[in-house]
């Protein structure tokens, strides 16, 4: 199955720093989802995107649907310690039920 | 509370010994799916569900069953299970296909 490029791997950050991270598709997709897992937990959705050029922000995240529609940037502003854990994309085509997922990105924050 | 529920949260077990992981959601989603999580691979479908008796395979369905007789549950059925299956299982449950998935705890299972 189709699985996305998502980079990058991991990341140590400064507390306040902003860090960006993107996820890259062969294919067109209509619908890119973000998601973050803290330790133990499911994933759970941060934003969701449904329209090429769409940009949507929730609290300190911002994150944006590619123009091309087979990419997607998510962006955390001012990092603070409780961004630790791994944030993934995910991604829908058209006539497909199935959802894609990235490998994820693992967040590591230095107080 | 909506909300999709696993059991179990951990399970060991050893080769060859038939389990079940259970999964259950209150939102009235029709279509449920499981995955497995694996270090550096991500989140792999194994199989989904797009009603009541509609099944079908992931990209990793080897080595699994499911079943969907009521809306709600959705249970994963190793019938013979191996070391390679040793993951972490999350299932989740969205309303339609083109609406967002929630996912469970997970359920970490050990195969030795």
């Known amino acids: 199955g189709q699985q996305l490029n998502q980079s990058p791997q991991s990341m140590f950050i400064q507390e306040g720093e902003d860090v960006s991270m993107n996820c890259t598709s062969s294919?067109?997709?209509?619908?890119w989802l973000w998601y973050k897992q803290d330790p133990g937990e499911g994933p759970v959705l941060l934003i969701a995107?449904?329209?090429?050029?769409e940009l949507t922000s929730n609290g300190r995240l911002t994150a944006q649907f590619g123009i091309t529609r087979k990419d997607s940037f998510l962006n955390i502003s001012a990092s603070i310690p409780s961004d630790v854990g791994i944030y993934f994309c995910?991604?829908?085509?058209?006539?497909?039920?199935?959802?894609?997922f990235g490998a994820g990105t693992t967040v590591t924050v230095r107080a | 509370e909506a909300q999709v529920t696993q059991n179990p949260r951990y399970l060991i077990t050893v080769t060859g010994k038939k389990l079940t992981v259970t999964c259950s959601q209150n939102?009235?989603?029709?279509?449920m799916s499981w995955y497995r999580q694996d270090p550096g691979l991500g989140l792999r479908q194994i199989y989904y569900?797009?009603?009541?008796?509609?099944?079908d395979k992931g990209d990793v369905p080897e080595g699994y069953k499911v079943s969907r007789k009521e809306k709600r549950n959705f249970p994963l059925i190793l019938e013979s299970p191996s070391p390679n299956q040793t993951s972490l299982y999350f299932c989740?449950?969205?309303?339609?296909?083109?609406?967002?998935?929630?996912f469970g705890q997970g359920t970490r299972l050990t195969v030795v």
């Open positions: 989740a449950s969205r309303l339609d296909r083109g609406a967002e998935a929630f």
């Open positions: 294919s067109i997709f209509n619908t």
């Open positions: 995107l449904y329209k090429a050029g």
């Open positions: 995910a991604g829908r085509r058209s006539n497909d039920y199935k959802l894609s």
């Open positions: 939102m009235n989603h029709e279509y």
């Open positions: 569900s797009m009603n009541v008796e509609v099944t």
